[in-house]
């Protein structure tokens, strides 16, 4: 199984609501990422969890909020968005770092849009 | 963190081979080279890595020079299918810090 598999595939939020987005992976990776990606952009970088801790913040505005319950999952909890912050949202997860192939794989992504 | 300069956008046609540039002046000893492949809303998908010379793989060639200060992604005979956008990474050997630069938007005409 070489998927990370993201629910909801869409979400539309008021910008008084509160809402998560799920990330799941079997592949006994231990590095688990959120990305921000919006059109015709690149994917930039939010958070970065190795072995359920958070390692890297990118200076990502508190309204969202990340968590890893445990090795195959993580979340992405929304609180007060703002309508520029509508974009595909894509989690990743790679093997720790290390010689050898070291590639992440991406889920499909949530597309949001805050209303 | 090394930073990349690709070509914003490339024009081919189907059953030519494709080659994409990456310069990356100030790679790290320990940096690989790893390339990616977005199609519009879906996540990236790894297509290549190397660290020096040549790498091939069923999709795609990487090419590196002794100085490491480029990478060369090549495509043999593109489809329509192969229109997307690729992006070359740096990826030091024990960083999680996965960066994406601009890429190259590869369109693949009939």
């Known amino acids: 199984d070489t998927e990370v598999t993201q629910t909801p595939k869409h979400l539309v939020m008021g910008m008084t609501n509160k809402k998560s987005l799920k990330c799941e992976q079997h592949m006994g990776h231990r590095a688990m990422y959120w990305y921000k990606q919006k059109a015709k952009k690149p994917p930039e970088l939010m958070f970065v969890y190795s072995y359920e801790k958070l390692s890297i913040n990118e200076s990502v505005p508190s309204r969202f909020s990340p968590e890893c319950p445990n090795s195959s999952l993580l979340n992405l909890h929304l609180h007060a968005l703002q309508p520029e912050d509508s974009a595909l949202y894509l989690c990743?997860?790679?093997?720790?770092?290390?010689?050898?192939?070291?590639?992440?794989?991406f889920g499909q992504g949530t597309r949001l849009t805050v209303v | 963190l090394a930073k990349t300069t690709q070509p914003i956008s490339m024009d081919s046609y189907e059953g030519q081979e494709v080659n994409i540039t990456c310069s990356h002046n100030n790679i790290a000893t320990n940096d690989y080279i790893t390339w990616y492949q977005q199609f519009p809303s879906q996540g990236p998908r790894f297509i290549i890595q190397?660290?020096?010379t040549k790498v091939t793989n069923e999709v795609a060639s990487l090419f590196i020079p002794a100085d490491r200060k480029s990478s060369t992604l090549s495509l043999p005979r593109v489809s329509l299918s192969d229109t997307a956008v690729y992006y070359c990474l740096p990826r030091m050997d024990s960083s999680y810090k996965l960066i994406f630069g601009s890429g190259t938007r590869l369109l693949v005409r009939p």
């Open positions: 990743a997860s790679s093997q720790e770092g290390g010689r050898g192939r070291t590639e992440a794989f």
């Open positions: 190397g660290y020096k």
